[in-house]
C-alpha cells in the first residue's frame, strides 16, 4: 500500500518544502520509503500545485467551512481483527492537504465515523489514517476480494482511474489484493479492488458492457429513445404526440404548472415561454453584468412560432405547442452529481436528471445551432438505500433493447420521478429543475459569438436569467494586464488548494466586486493547437507581470474547466457543444470530453488514437511550457457508467460499499 505525507514550513512570506511519504503496514508498525504520488507524477507543474494546496488549504478552511466536505479517500484499507469474523478495521487516508478534520463519519448501511485520535484502534493521531471498526463477513468478503482478483486478471483489467475528470493509467492501484498479508492480521489496501468494480470485467474503457452502460443508462441518443413517436413530437412533419412524455411543450407544461392540481393551460404555457424567450429581446443586466439584446430571437423563433400557431385558430400571441421549434437529443442521467455536486448546499440530493434539446429552423430543413438542457435535481432522500434503489433503476436499463417499447418505459418511469410537476413540493412551481441552460449562436448579431446563459424558475413562478454557474464575468479573461484580470487571478492563486481539488464555489461577488457573469461567451476559436491564437480558455497574463499570473498550471486547468465556455472550448478540445445539434432523423454526435473520441468542429485528439477511448487535449495555455505541455485525457461518459457500475456493485454496509463510498470523488462542475 502507498500512501503521501508533506511537511509545510512558511519562511518569509511562503517557503514551502514537501516531502511525501509511503506506508507499508504491519502488526509491529509502519516503515518509510520514499514515494511521489501517481497523480503527481503525471503532472508536471503538480509539485508546485501541492505547495499551493497546502498553502492555503488551512485559509480556505477557516473563510469556507462548507469545504470542510470529504473528498475522494486516497487509500482504503483493511485488517484483520484477530479471532472476529464478524469486523474488519477499516482505515481511510487523505494527505493533510487534502483533509484535516479529526473525524469522518459517513451513512452506508449504517453511520460509521472514522477517528484520527490514536485512540482504540486508531494506531497513531494526526497521520492521515482515520480508523474505524466496521462490520463484516470475513470470510466472505476475502471470497468476494479473490473473485474480483480472478476476473481483474482473465479479463485484462487496467488500472484507468478518474481524478477531477482526468482520466490517467495508475499502476498503483492495479490492486493486487494480498491475501497472505490479509491471513497475517496486516493491513492491506483495498483501493486497487474498490477502483476495479467499475470495470474489473473490461479490459479497457470502451468494452462492450461499459458501452452499453454508457449508451443505455448514462448518457441515451438513440434515435428509438428521442424520437419515440409515443413520447415526443416532431413539429415538423406534425407527426408523433405533441402531449408525450418527452415532447418540448410537455416539458414546459409541467414547469409552467403551479401545483399538479394547477396543471398550466395553454395560454398559461404560452406566456411562461414567451417570458422567457423574450429575455433576449431586451438587454439584461445580472450581478452588474450586462448581456446584450439578441432580437434575432423575433425571426428566428417567435414570429414563425406566432404565425404558425395563428394559423390554425389559436387566439394572437399565443403560442401552439405544436409548433415547438425544439427536437429532444439526448437524455442523461447524472448520478455522479450526487452528495456534493454543490457544497455549499445544506443537504445531499441523488444527482440530477437531464433532457436536451436543439433548434429546428423554422422551415424544417436543418437543425440551428442552439441547444436547450433542463437540468433537474433528483429529489429522494441520500441514504445508501434510496441511492442504491435509484442507480439500480438506472443500471436495468442495459438490460433491455435500446429505443424498445419495454425500454422506452422503463426510462419514461424513471424521467418522471423528476420532470413532473409536484416533484419537489418546496420549490417554486413544486418544480425539480436545478436550472436551465442555453447555449447558441443562431442569435447573435454580427460578429457572430456563441452565448451561454443559465435560467432558474423564481419565486413568482416564471424562468429568469441568472448567473451562469462557476463563471467570472467575460472581462475577466480578457488576458491583458488590467485590475480585473489581476482580481481573477488573485482568485485563483488565492483558493488553489480547492480549486485544485475541485471543491470551490465561484462567488458573485469577489473582493467587493460583482464575479459572476450574467452570461458566458465563447470569443475566439474553441479547438486546434494551442498556438497563437490558442483555443478559448481562461487564464491570466504570463509571468512577467506577478500580479496578474496564475502560479499553478493545474489550478489554471481546473478553474477554467470548470467554468461554461472553458468547458465548452479549449480545455476539451470541443467546438462550443457537447451534443451537436441534428435534424430529425440524425442522430446527435457528442463531443471528445464525453466520448473519448474527438468531436466536430475541427477537435483533435493529440494521440492520434480514435479507437483507444480517450481523448488527449494539449493545455490551451501551454503550461508548464511551449515544448512540453501538459496532455490532459477525457472520457466523461465512461467516468460516468464507471461510476454507476461501481456503485450497484456493492450493498449497503458492505466492506467495498463503504470503500467505494469513502473513494468517490464529487463533482463539482456544470457540464
Known amino acids: 500500500m502507498k500512501t503521501s505525507k508533506k511537511t509545510l514550513t512558511i519562511v518569509t512570506l511562503l517557503v514551502v518544502t514537501v516531502t511525501l511519504l509511503s506506508w507499508k503496514f504491519n502488526n509491529s508498525g509502519k516503515q518509510l520509503s520514499a514515494y511521489i504520488h501517481p497523480y503527481t507524477s503525471l503532472n508536471p507543474d503538480a509539485q508546485s500545485d501541492l505547495q499551493v494546496m497546502t498553502f492555503i488549504d488551512n485559509a480556505d478552511r477557516n473563510r469556507h467551512p462548507e469545504f470542510n466536505s470529504i473528498p475522494g479517500a486516497e487509500d482504503v484499507l483493511i485488517k484483520k481483527i484477530p479471532g472476529d469474523n464478524s469486523h474488519l478495521i477499516m482505515m481511510v487516508y487523505y494527505s493533510k492537504e487534502n483533509y ?25 493521531a494526526g497521520d492521515g489514517l482515520y480508523t474505524a471498526r466496521i462490520d463484516a463477513d470475513v470470510k466472505e468478503f476475502r471470497q468476494q476480494a479473490f473473485d474480483i482478483l480472478k476476473q481483474m486478471k482473465d479479463n485484462g483489467y487496467k488500472p484507468y482511474r478518474y481524478v477531477s475528470r482526468e482520466l490517467v493509467y495508475d499502476p498503483n492501484v492495479a490492486g493486487t489484493f494480498d491475501t497472505q498479508d490479509f491471513d497475517a492480521n496486516k493491513a492491506v489496501s483495498i483501493a486497487g479492488i474498490t477502483n476495479a468494480l467499475g470495470s474489473a470485467t473490461s479490459k479497457t474503457p470502451g468494452s462492450n458492457l461499459m458501452t452499453t452502460i454508457a449508451n443505455n443508462c448514462v448518457f441515451i441518443t438513440n434515435l428509438g429513445v428521442v424520437e419515440d413517436t409515443v413520447r415526443t413530437w416532431n413539429f415538423c412533419t406534425q407527426k408523433g404526440n405533441v402531449n408525450g412524455a418527452w415532447s418540448f411543450g410537455t416539458i414546459m407544461r409541467q414547469l409552467a404548472s403551479k401545483s399538479p392540481g394547477q396543471i398550466a393551460t395553454d395560454a398559461q404555457l404560452s406566456d411562461f415561454v414567451k417570458n422567457w424567450l423574450n429575455t433576449w429581446l431586451t438587454t439584461q443586466i445580472v450581478n452588474g453584468d450586462t448581456v446584450q439584446a439578441r432580437t434575432l430571437m423575433n425571426n428566428q423563433i417567435l414570429n414563425p412560432w406566432l404565425s404558425a400557431s395563428k394559423s390554425v385558430g389559436n387566439p ?41 434539446y436543439c433548434l429546428i429552423n423554422n422551415n424544417c430543413t436543418a437543425a440551428l445551432n442552439m441547444t436547450v ?17 435509484w442507480a439500480q433503476q438506472w443500471f436495468n436499463l442495459k438490460n433491455l433493447t435500446l429505443g424498445s417499447s419495454a425500454y422506452n418505459q422503463a426510462l419514461q418511469a424513471l424521467t418522471d420521478q423528476f420532470t413532473l410537476c409536484g416533484t419537489n413540493p418546496n420549490a417554486p412551481n413544486q418544480s425539480s429543475l436545478a436550472q436551465l441552460r442555453t447555449n447558441e449562436i443562431t442569435l447573435s448579431p454580427q460578429p457572430k459569438i456563441w452565448e451561454l446563459k443559465e435560467f432558474h424558475v423564481d419565486t413568482s413562478g416564471s424562468l429568469i436569467q441568472t448567473t451562469v454557474g462557476q463563471t467570472p464575468a467575460d472581462r475577466y479573461d480578457s488576458q491583458i494586464i488590467n485590475s480585473d484580470v489581476q482580481r481573477m487571478a488573485a482568485y485563483v492563486n488565492q483558493n488553489a488548494g480547492t480549486i485544485l481539488k475541485a471543491q470551490f464555489i465561484v462567488p458573485d461577488q469577489w473582493e467587493g466586486f460583482a464575479f459572476l457573469g450574467a452570461a458566458s461567451h465563447i470569443m475566439t ?12 480558455h481562461w487564464d491570466g497574463t504570463d509571468s512577467t507581470n506577478k500580479k496578474t499570473f496564475i502560479k499553478s498550471g493545474n489550478a489554471r486547468s481546473n478553474f477554467s474547466l470548470q467554468t461554461c465556455n472553458g468547458c465548452h472550448a479549449g480545455e476539451t478540445q470541443t467546438g462550443f457543444t457537447h451534443v451537436d445539434p441534428v435534424f430529425f432523423g440524425t442522430e ?10 474527438a468531436g466536430s468542429g475541427g477537435a483533435i485528439d493529440f494521440d492520434n488514437d480514435s479507437t483507444n477511448g480517450k481523448m488527449s487535449v494539449k493545455d490551451p495555455a501551454l503550461r508548464p511550457s511551449k515544448t512540453s505541455p501538459t496532455i490532459r485525457t477525457f472520457n466523461d461518459i465512461n467516468r460516468r457508467a464507471q461510476d454507476l457500475k461501481t456503485f450497484v456493485s456493492t450493498t449497503c454496509g458492505s466492506v467495498l460499499g463503504i470503500s467505494a463510498q469513502l473513494m468517490f470523488q464529487p463533482v463539482n462542475m456544470v457540464d
Not at 332 to 352: S, Y
Not at 525 to 535: L, R, S, W
Open 100 to 124: 484535516s478534520a479529526s473525524s469522518v463519519t459517513i451513512s452506508n448501511g449504517y453511520t460509521i465515523t472514522f477517528k484520527d485520535d490514536g485512540k482504540g484502534y486508531d494506531e497513531k
Open 316 to 356: 394572437q400571441g399565443q403560442l401552439d405547442m405544436r409548433f415547438a421549434p425544439f427536437k429532444l437529443t439526448a437524455i442523461a442521467n447524472r448520478f455522479d452529481l450526487r452528495t456534493g455536486q454543490k457544497f455549499t448546499m445544506p443537504f445531499d440530493l441523488c444527482g440530477e436528471g437531464r433532457l436536451m
Open 373 to 389: 438542457i433542463f437540468e433537474y435535481s433528483v429529489y429522494k432522500p441520500n441514504t445508501c438505500d434510496s441511492l442504491k434503489s
Open 525 to 536: 476559436a474553441p479547438t486546434g493547437n494551442p498556438v497563437p491564437p490558442k483555443p478559448f
Open 588 to 597: 446527435t454526435t457528442l463531443s471528445g470530453f464525453l466520448t473519448g473520441k
